[in-house]
C-alpha cells in the first residue's frame, strides 16, 4: 500500500533551518511529483512548492522563494524539505503529500505531518 | 494567482441531515477542482477530485458538482463520522495550488 513516512517533530530557534523528510513506499517513487503543504495551529492549508522525484526538478510558492530548497535521494525513496531563516510564524505543521497525475493536481496520499515549532 | 473562498465557514448540523457547501474559485477553473476532509490532528483525506469524481473508498452519500468559479460539496445524510472540516483545493496545472480557507462541520 502505498505510504508516505515523513520524519519526527522538531523545535527550533530563530533564524535556524530545519530539514524534514518524506520516505515513500508501495509505488514506483519517481513516478509521482511531490509536493509540500503545511498548517499553521488552528489555520488553514498553504503550498509551498513541489518536487519531481524523477529529476529532481523544482518549483516552488513565490512566498517561500529563497527560504525552501526541495532535494530527494532515490536510493532510499525520499524527499527532503528544508526551510532556511525561519521565524516564529513558521511554526506548523508540514505534510508531504502525492499527486497521481500528469493534469490535476490534486493530492491522493499524505504524510503523517511533521510538527515544526520555532521559539526562543 | 487564484483565490479560493468558501462558505460558510461553518455550520452546526445534526446526524442524518444534508449538508452542502460551497466553493468559489476567483477565475475559472473549469472542472479542476479537490475536495478533502480533515480530522484534528490527522493529514487531509482526497473525497472528491475533478469537481465530481469520487475517490476510492468514499462513502457515496458524498458527491461534488460545479464547473467554472462555483462548486459544491454536498453530505447527502450526516453521519458521526463526518463531522470534520472540509477544504477545496483549485487543482488546475497553474500554481499555487490554493486552498480554500475550510469548513467547519459540527454537532448540532
Known amino acids: 500500500q502505498v505510504q508516505l513516512v515523513q520524519s519526527g517533530a522538531e523545535v527550533k530557534k530563530p533564524g535556524a533551518s530545519v530539514k524534514v523528510s518524506c520516505q515513500a513506499s508501495?509505488?514506483?517513487?519517481?513516478?509521482?511529483?511531490i509536493h509540500w503543504v503545511r498548517q499553521a495551529p488552528g489555520q488553514g492549508l498553504e503550498w509551498l512548492g513541489w518536487?519531481?522525484?524523477?529529476?529532481?526538478?523544482?518549483s516552488y510558492a513565490q512566498n517561500f522563494q529563497g527560504r525552501v530548497t526541495m532535494t530527494r535521494d532515490t536510493s532510499i525513496s525520499t524527499v527532503y524539505m528544508e526551510l532556511s531563516r525561519l521565524r516564529s510564524d513558521d511554526s506548523a505543521v508540514y505534510y508531504c503529500?502525492?499527486?497521481?497525475?500528469?493534469?490535476?493536481?490534486?493530492?491522493?496520499?499524505w504524510g503523517q505531518g511533521t510538527l515544526i515549532t520555532v521559539s526562543s | 494567482d487564484i483565490q479560493m473562498t468558501q462558505s460558510p465557514s461553518s455550520v452546526s448540523a445534526s446526524v442524518g441531515d444534508r449538508v452542502t457547501i460551497t466553493c468559489r474559485a476567483s477565475?475559472?477553473?473549469?472542472?479542476?477542482l479537490a475536495w478533502y476532509q480533515q480530522k484534528p490532528g490527522k493529514a487531509p483525506k482526497l473525497l472528491i477530485y475533478?469537481?465530481?469524481t469520487l475517490e476510492s473508498g468514499v462513502p457515496s452519500r458524498f458527491s461534488g458538482s460545479g464547473s467554472g468559479t462555483d462548486f459544491t460539496l454536498t453530505i447527502s445524510s450526516l453521519q458521526p463520522e463526518d463531522f470534520a472540516t472540509y477544504y477545496c483545493?483549485?487543482?488546475?496545472?497553474?500554481?499555487?495550488?490554493?486552498f480554500g480557507p475550510g469548513t467547519k462541520v459540527d454537532i448540532k
Open positions: 483545493q483549485q487543482a488546475t496545472s497553474l500554481p499555487p495550488f490554493t
Open positions: 475533478a469537481a465530481s
Open positions: 508501495g509505488y514506483s517513487f519517481t513516478g509521482y511529483y
Open positions: 503529500a502525492r499527486v497521481p497525475g500528469n493534469y490535476l493536481v490534486f493530492f491522493d496520499y
Open positions: 477565475q475559472g477553473i473549469s472542472s479542476w
Open positions: 518536487i519531481n522525484p524523477r529529476s529532481g526538478g523544482t
